[in-house]
């Protein structure tokens, strides 16, 4: 403490002066005391003259100009031109045109009304995503069934191919526009085995988000014991396997971080809220997520609830 | 951009956005872009961290735009998903050193320890204010960039941070206080009488002690009425 503050308040004083008192009996206290005592009526002036001295620096500091740098705003402006699906910027750096993955989705709902046909455009990258998520539904049934594993090193020898950074720059390619013609995909997400994909009853916070997966064990989803959990019925969105990769994807896509290497997916609770909590490895290191029911959605993105860096 | 864009409200843009307008929302973004790069910058003090989280936020904004129900302005829903992007960084950061906010004009927006030859005295000074700026608690921190440098009313900014005005006033008047102090301003009666603002480079080493503001809380903590 300053020598010169000794018995004062000093946020007490500082909250007086900045207003923050107006009508409360605080107010009265904290001026009462200024009128009395030499000490407050002392640190008073000199603070009200200090807070009056730093809003005039920052004021002075806040009215000099900052337009965003050219690459940052060039860097949205091509994130953007990516999300919508209008072009994209490939993994190799190259920009060509999309491929109709929009297009497709919206062709299956062909033929319905009008105002179906406005919201396929509304959510023309949702639905891209999930077209995504559906080309490997067969991949992502298959680890969820373990059944899949001669399917890892096809999806380990993409992602070592993919260059570290397409993932910020490009944000996600793949999920916003699907591979190009001929090509083939890099999925953004491998999921784990079968048996760390289950409910473990725990309800996180931040800091066991950090402390690594749950001692006890996974139980699989839809056994009865995980069925009957409280938020069993709240994530039962995210039980087929083509919800959790869409979610998977989502996540991988606002890590921003290129692929994700999934260790465990826990459908638990964060904070005493329905979450399935994800851990997994991506080029910026150990992550655990916990995400909201609603991760995956069209329009949500992964529904991040915390995220807490492993290791 | 889409023919008609510059006459269309941001409200407007929005909606063209969720009707399928595939450069409405890029069009809103560069109307705001340089008030919301101007906000992450001086909250986070970095600039490719500032970069990151402008665009995470951003995209979060383009694909959850269907949740924007327009009981605020489109700025405010913007800036307030911008500023809790940077926040959310910070608090990942909060076990490393806290790096102090860039200078305008600055190639390198690092903060790069003392210069080399002496600088300008004015020059001097705003770096020992940014440093005395990203030493206060991030919340304390947000507050005043909103509001001082920013120039956002209380209300605005309340709306922004989610909290009550009340919060931020009482964010604004700490952080200022606790900067201050920092900066050697406040000398009482009896002590240096000459009340050296920051402007004095005099005072950039004058920190009598760092306890005052580092110190615990005091027992009338908690004004933040959220």
Same mark, same amino acid.
């Given at each position: ?142 680890? =969820? ?153 069209? %329009? =949500? ?9 492993? %290791? | 951009?889409?023919?008609? $864009? ?97 200078? +305008? ?13 002496? +600088? ?77 603002? +920051?402007?004095? +480079? ?10 005052? $503001? ?13």
């Amino acid at each position: 403490m300053n020598r010169d503050f000794e018995g004062v308040d000093i946020d007490l004083l500082a909250d007086y002066i900045g207003g923050a008192l107006d009508g409360t009996p605080d107010n009265a206290t904290v001026a009462g005391l200024i009128a009395r005592d030499e000490t407050w009526r002392s640190a008073y002036e000199a603070l009200a003259q200090g807070m009056a001295a730093v809003g005039t620096e920052l004021s002075a500091l806040g009215a000099g100009p900052e337009p965003m740098p050219a690459d940052v705003s060039e860097r949205l402006d091509r994130a953007f031109r990516t999300a919508t699906g209008a072009r994209v910027v490939a993994v190799g750096g190259d920009e060509r045109p999309a491929r109709a993955v929009p297009a497709t989705a919206r062709a299956r709902r062909a033929g319905t009304a009008s105002s179906r046909a406005r919201r396929a455009r509304r959510w023309a990258v949702p639905i891209a995503v999930a077209a995504v998520a559906l080309a490997f539904a067969g991949f992502g049934v298959n680890y =969820v069934l373990g059944l899949g594993r001669s399917t890892t090193s096809s999806t380990t020898s993409s992602r070592a191919n993919a260059p570290e950074a397409a993932g910020r720059d490009t944000n996600a390619p793949e999920a916003a526009s699907g591979p190009a013609p001929g090509a083939k995909a890099a999925p953004l997400v491998a999921l784990p085995p079968a048996d760390r994909i289950g409910s473990s009853g725990t309800d996180y916070r931040h800091a066991t988000l950090t402390a690594g997966p749950p001692a006890i064990a996974f139980r699989a989803p839809g056994t009865a014991a995980a069925d009957t959990s409280q938020v069993a019925g709240s994530l039962d969105r995210l039980r087929p396997a083509t919800a959790l990769l869409t979610c998977l994807n989502a996540i991988a896509t606002e890590n921003g971080a290129g692929p994700i290497s999934v260790q465990s997916v826990d459908y638990a609770r964060y904070a005493g809220a329905p979450a399935v909590v994800v851990r997994f490895t991506a080029g910026n290191g150990s992550w655990a997520w916990a995400s909201g029911p609603d991760c995956g959605a069209p %329009g =949500v993105g992964a529904s991040r609830l915390d995220a807490a860096k492993v %290791g | 951009m889409t023919p008609g $864009a510059a006459a269309r409200s941001d409200a407007d843009l929005v909606r063209a956005h969720l009707a399928g307008d595939s450069g409405a929302f890029a069009e809103l973004v560069r109307r705001h872009r340089d008030r919301l790069w101007a906000v992450a910058l001086r909250t986070i003090g970095d600039r490719e961290e500032a970069a990151d989280a402008v665009q995470d936020a951003l995209l979060s904004a383009y694909r959850g735009a269907s949740g924007f129900r327009g009981d605020s302005a489109v700025t405010t829903w913007l800036h307030r998903i911008v500023v809790n992007a940077c926040l959310d960084r910070i608090r990942r950061r909060q076990s490393h050193p806290t790096v102090p906010l860039p200078g +305008p004009g600055r190639d390198d927006d690092r903060y790069a320890g003392p210069e080399p030859a002496a +600088p300008a005295p004015d020059q001097d000074t705003a770096m020992t204010v940014r440093a005395a700026l990203a030493a206060l608690p991030i919340e304390q921190r947000a507050a005043l960039v909103l509001v001082d440098m920013q120039g956002y009313p209380v209300a605005e900014a309340a709306r922004i941070l989610g909290v009550a005005e009340g919060t931020i006033k009482s964010r604004c008047a700490r952080g200022r206080a606790r900067m201050a102090l920092e900066l050697g301003l406040p000398r009482p009666a009896g002590g240096d009488a000459r009340h050296a603002g +920051p402007g004095n +480079p005099a005072v950039a080493g004058g920190v009598e002690s760092e306890s005052a $503001a580092a110190g615990p809380p005091p027992a009338r903590e908690g004004r933040d009425q959220r």
